[in-house]
């Protein structure tokens, strides 16, 4: 397998690793130095090295990407013993044709004007690298090698650690 | 209710979020500026405003944070429709007293001399701030209200978000 195809498969695997977990924790830097996460819904799932979430331009975290945009997206699915960090600098701006292709009806329930409703942006956060963890076995060595992982942030024997690239 | 006994109920919720969560992200800031974050298992569930980590003295995560000690702690716990932002100061540091308190004998599958575990250390992380989102309620308007939280970071109206200072 040649390194440019090693890395299309871990990009392949981050994708359904994030596509699986759906919510993130997006942390950012607040102006205090403090740096704060929340949870946020992917907005995206086929995942080219761009995550894309709706936002309201007069939150905290617009405010913060803003001053700092380095952030971290990080996804955590115990249910498929998989974790996901992906590091990257975040951009809020509206762009209607992107809006339009990310929309789907049940965002109407926190931008009730959809579309048109007032101060809604985009926030894109730009992967410069990701890592993940996952157990692809079963049983009892599988959860032993994930929460080796998740204790130490070593690659356990019988689960992989990688660093992608983007 | 009194601002106090407010502030009180408001860690409790933290600690019983945590425990039920086990497994966090801790996020750090690298040399290079990059925001890096790792699954990381907690070792305390009595949460006294201290988080404590197990680790290894050469790892990445210990000498990012001797350069920068700001870090985040996100719990992800969805199914129980939970999840908590801890933001703190991280400090390495090894006390033998606290290590013989913490230890359990399962962390010998990382640290196989237990305590005599060349290179051991902790890292104790002081919470200056903590938010959470969980929804107390049930069925449908349950998971609408997360996902409000969750694709917004607005408090939903079935849901709560709450903010707890330490």
Redesign the interface.
């Known amino acids: 397998m040649t390194d440019e195809s090693t890395a299309a498969d871990g990009r392949h695997r981050v994708t359904e690793l994030i596509r699986q977990?759906r919510?993130c924790?997006l942390?950012t830097?607040?102006v205090d130095?403090?740096?704060?996460?929340?949870?946020?819904?992917l907005q995206e799932a086929a995942f080219d090295g761009n995550l894309w979430?709706?936002?309201?331009a007069d939150?905290?975290?617009v405010r913060q990407i803003r001053v700092n945009p380095?952030?971290?997206v990080?996804f955590?699915?115990?249910?498929h013993h998989a974790?996901v960090?992906i590091?990257g600098t975040a951009h809020e701006g509206y762009d209607r044709a992107r809006a339009e292709q990310l929309w789907n009806p049940?965002?109407k329930?926190?931008?009730p004007d959809g579309l048109e409703t007032p101060g809604l942006t985009l926030i894109k956060v730009h992967a410069?690298?990701a890592?993940y963890?996952d157990s692809p076995g079963g049983t009892v060595v599988t959860l032993?090698g994930f929460?080796?992982?998740?204790?130490?942030?070593?690659p356990p024997r019988t689960g992989e650690n990688h660093e992608v690239n983007y």
């Open positions: 977990a919510i924790m942390t830097i607040g130095g403090r740096m704060m996460s929340r949870p946020m819904g979430f709706f936002a309201y939150s905290a975290k380095e952030v971290n990080a955590s699915d115990q249910r974790w960090s590091s049940l965002l329930a926190w931008f410069t690298s890592e963890w032993f929460a080796k992982a998740a204790v130490t942030g070593r």
